[in-house]
């Protein structure tokens, strides 16, 4: 019954969901072109938010059980496991304040409306994962602008999505270019759960009811650690508080 149900009610949500895309499109063009990066920021912000009003139409809910206060005026490096797309409009939205950034594969920077746009011209980093020296030389440039503005760099290390929930190894080349250009970040590691059941059948029906959680673990100054033992320790962390 509830399969039957995900094919009647996930042709909406794509529906929905494809018209934000198309729309936001234009609207940070606009944005950008004409009223440049804080409006621009705005209706990329916007733009997460109505994308997950559409996952709404699945029965999708979030949840962030933060029991810390993150400081507004350091740069932070956000840090998570990586289960599904769905893991992506939940933390821009809850950390808009920080202005968040992303470290993503160049094939995103194109081919899909608005969330193409954003990677391009909001400030985060197209990486070639086939070209690791230059991969790294581009972290590098994103480094110092994060560290300069004091904005938040989200990298998912394992550098692909785990899509039956368990966790894949860490990759530490970025996570190590991060922590040695931005000296004063703060770290902050966060656990989500479940967003794989947003493809329980494959990408074809979606799932329904699912909970997507994020447990953020207590935020670490980067200051005074040794970089190889923070990333065992913080891969250790993440992955623990993993349900699978």
Request: proline share 7%; aromatic share 12%; net charge positive.
């Given at each position: 019954?509830?399969k039957?149900?995900?094919?009647?009610?996930t042709?909406?949500?794509?529906?929905f969901?494809?018209?934000?895309?198309v729309?936001?499109?234009?609207?940070?063009?606009?944005c950008?072109?004409?009223?440049?990066?804080s409006?621009?920021?705005?209706?990329?912000?916007?733009f997460?938010?109505?994308?997950?009003?559409c996952?709404?139409?699945?029965g999708t809910?979030?949840?962030?059980?933060?029991?810390?206060?993150?400081?507004?005026?350091?740069?932070?490096?956000?840090?998570?496991?990586?289960q599904?797309i769905y893991?992506?409009?939940?933390?821009?939205?809850h950390?808009?304040?920080?202005?968040?950034?992303y470290?993503?594969?160049?094939?995103?920077?194109?081919?899909?409306?608005?969330?193409?746009?954003?990677?391009?011209?909001?400030?985060?980093?197209l990486?070639?994962?086939k070209?690791p020296?230059?991969?790294?030389?581009?972290?590098?440039?994103?480094?110092n602008?994060?560290?300069?503005?004091?904005?938040?760099?989200?990298?998912?290390?394992?550098?692909?999505?785990?899509?039956?929930?368990?966790?894949?190894r860490?990759?530490?080349?970025?996570?190590?270019a991060?922590f040695k250009?931005?000296p004063?970040?703060v770290?902050?590691?966060?656990?989500v759960?479940?967003?794989?059941?947003?493809?329980?059948?494959?990408?074809?029906?979606?799932?329904?009811?699912?909970?997507?959680?994020?447990?953020?673990?207590?935020?670490?100054?980067?200051?005074?650690?040794?970089?190889?033992?923070?990333?065992?320790?913080?891969?250790?962390?993440?992955?623990?508080?993993?349900?699978?």
């Amino acid at each position: 019954m509830s399969k039957l149900l995900s094919y009647i009610l996930t042709p909406i949500f794509l529906v929905f969901f494809g018209l934000t895309l198309v729309i936001f499109q234009p609207i940070q063009w606009v944005c950008f072109n004409l009223f440049g990066y804080s409006a621009h920021k705005k209706s990329v912000d916007a733009f997460q938010l109505v994308a997950m009003w559409c996952t709404r139409l699945l029965g999708t809910r979030y949840s962030f059980n933060n029991p810390y206060k993150i400081p507004k005026n350091k740069p932070l490096i956000i840090i998570l496991n990586h289960q599904s797309i769905y893991d992506i409009p939940p933390i821009t939205w809850h950390f808009r304040a920080h202005h968040v950034k992303y470290v993503s594969k160049k094939e995103l920077g194109k081919g899909i409306p608005s969330v193409s746009y954003n990677l391009r011209h909001g400030g985060s980093v197209l990486i070639d994962r086939k070209k690791p020296k230059e991969s790294v030389e581009a972290i590098k440039i994103f480094s110092n602008t994060i560290e300069t503005h004091k904005r938040a760099a989200v990298i998912f290390p394992e550098g692909t999505r785990s899509r039956q929930g368990v966790p894949k190894r860490f990759q530490t080349k970025g996570l190590l270019a991060l922590f040695k250009g931005i000296p004063s970040a703060v770290i902050v590691p966060i656990t989500v759960n479940n967003s794989w059941k947003m493809f329980p059948y494959g990408r074809f029906p979606m799932g329904l009811g699912t909970h997507i959680a994020y447990t953020i673990h207590k935020p670490i100054v980067l200051a005074n650690n040794d970089h190889a033992t923070l990333i065992k320790d913080i891969e250790k962390q993440i992955t623990e508080a993993v349900a699978v």
